[in-house]
């Protein structure tokens, strides 16, 4: 866990219990409850991202059924026109 051997959690378990003595376990359920929050707000944040992510990809996903109709009559093309090339004389 973190790297951290089990000589060097024995040492931050005894400066947790000299710091917060007998107020340990409400400190511990404080930190607990806090951290649980910020989860709990994170992932509403992953959740606007994804909805945001969704609906741009609704957006420039063409639809099949929604594309308009291209008229028979229509001589140019659709796309976009360049110049022809004319050699040099």
Same mark, same amino acid.
Request: glycine share 10%; proline share 10%.
């Given at each position: 866990? +973190?790297? #951290? %051997?089990? /000589?060097?959690?024995?040492?931050? =378990?005894?400066?947790? *219990?000299? #710091? /917060? =003595?007998?107020? #340990?376990?409400? *400190?511990?359920?404080? #930190? %607990?409850? &806090?951290?649980?929050? +910020?989860?709990? =707000?994170?992932?509403?944040? $992953? $959740? $606007? /991202?994804?909805?945001? @992510?969704? @609906? *741009? ?7 099949? &059924? &929604? ?6 009559? @229509?001589?140019?093309?659709? =796309?976009? &026109? *360049?110049?022809? /090339?004319?050699?040099?004389?």
């Amino acid at each position: 866990m +973190f790297g #951290l %051997g089990p /000589f060097e959690m024995v040492v931050i =378990g005894v400066i947790a *219990v000299i #710091l /917060f =003595g007998g107020n #340990l376990p409400e *400190v511990a359920r404080k #930190l %607990g409850g &806090s951290y649980r929050e +910020f989860r709990r =707000g994170l992932n509403e944040v $992953q $959740q $606007q /991202f994804r909805m945001a @992510e969704n @609906e *741009v990809k609704k957006t420039f996903t063409p639809d099949d &059924s &929604s594309a308009p109709e291209a008229d028979e009559d @229509e001589d140019e093309p659709s =796309g976009p &026109s *360049v110049p022809k /090339f004319k050699p040099p004389a």
